[in-house]
């Protein structure tokens, strides 16, 4: 299927691995023009060496802190000064502390807000334009599972998570008419470092290994396996790209069947 991203600007942030790499891989195989964002500048600028050589695409690395306003604008400006517009957004960003309730006082709270709910707000905010002008586009936010069905250890990322997911389906609405697409991507277990860090920290807790731990995690899982960066970032290219272009308002889960709710 021809995805029809030839030539178009595809901003993806906290890609330096990861679920946003696996998507801007994607982006840039299918000949998109690819501005990644990352906070770690020896980390932004390696992963865009590795793509171009993975896919003979354009990439553009920037340090990027999503939790600073003037850190995203910066962002943005250079993306349009390099590509001439943007016409994809895709929100992402790490995830906050992992924790029970009264392990966070209220700047670990603050702190969550502006990293995960408030970067999807100036993220979006500042693409917008760029998007009105050349008639429409494409925003991907990229939330959890846990909106579905909150993790226990991951109250900030519950809470915060939701917000974005609430956040992604409202602006659907708002931004239809001006031809401006939005949907949310769940991921539930996939193969990253994150991933790994919250096993590492469920077996440390539990008296267990890490093998042990994600052997379990598996059992609850339909498909019997963690996903694949490359299975995430195949679906979140297509939800970019014009294939999907009746497609708005969504949000998809990418967790092998785990979930078990009907909406």
């Known amino acids: 299927m021809d995805l029809g991203l030839h030539g178009k600007v595809a901003m993806v942030a906290a890609s330096s ?10 982006l840039a195989r299918e000949g998109a023009l690819v ?3 990352s906070r770690t500048g020896s980390d932004v600028f390696d992963a865009a060496e590795v793509l171009i050589e993975e896919t ?12 600073d306003p003037d850190s995203i604008a910066l962002w943005v400006e250079k993306t349009i000064d390099a590509f001439g517009g943007v016409d ?9 502390p992992a924790g029970n ?5 209220d700047d670990a709270w603050q702190d969550a807000f502006e990293l995960t709910l408030m970067s999807a707000v100036r993220m979006i905010r500042a693409v917008l334009p760029s998007m009105r002008t050349a008639g429409g586009g494409s925003i991907l936010t990229i939330t959890s599972s846990a909106v579905k069905e909150p993790i226990d250890f991951l109250l900030l990322s519950n809470v915060m998570r939701s917000g974005v997911t609430s956040l992604a389906k409202s602006l659907a609405q708002q931004l239809a008419p001006e031809n401006i697409r939005v949907n949310n991507l ?21 008296g267990l290994s890490v ?3 994600k052997a379990a995690n598996e059992l609850g899982i339909p498909l019997r396996r963690y996903g694949t960066i490359e299975e995430f970032g195949r679906l979140g290219a297509f939800l970019l790209s014009d294939a999907a272009s009746y497609i708005t308002g969504q949000t998809i889960a990418v967790d092998g069947g785990a979930i078990k709710t009907v909406w």
């Open 211 to 213: 093998e042990e731990i």
């Open 17 to 26: 691995k990861g679920l946003g790499y696996g998507i801007a891989r994607e």
């Open 101 to 105: 309730f009264d392990q966070f006082d």
């Open 56 to 67: 003979s695409g354009e990439v553009l690395p920037n340090v990027l802190d999503v939790s």
């Open 88 to 96: 994809m957004l895709v929100v992402n960003a790490g995830g906050p």
């Open 186 to 206: 769940m991921p539930g277990r996939i193969d990253t470092d994150r991933v790994q860090s919250l096993d590492e920290r469920s077996a440390k807790a539990r």
């Open 35 to 37: 501005s990644i964002g």
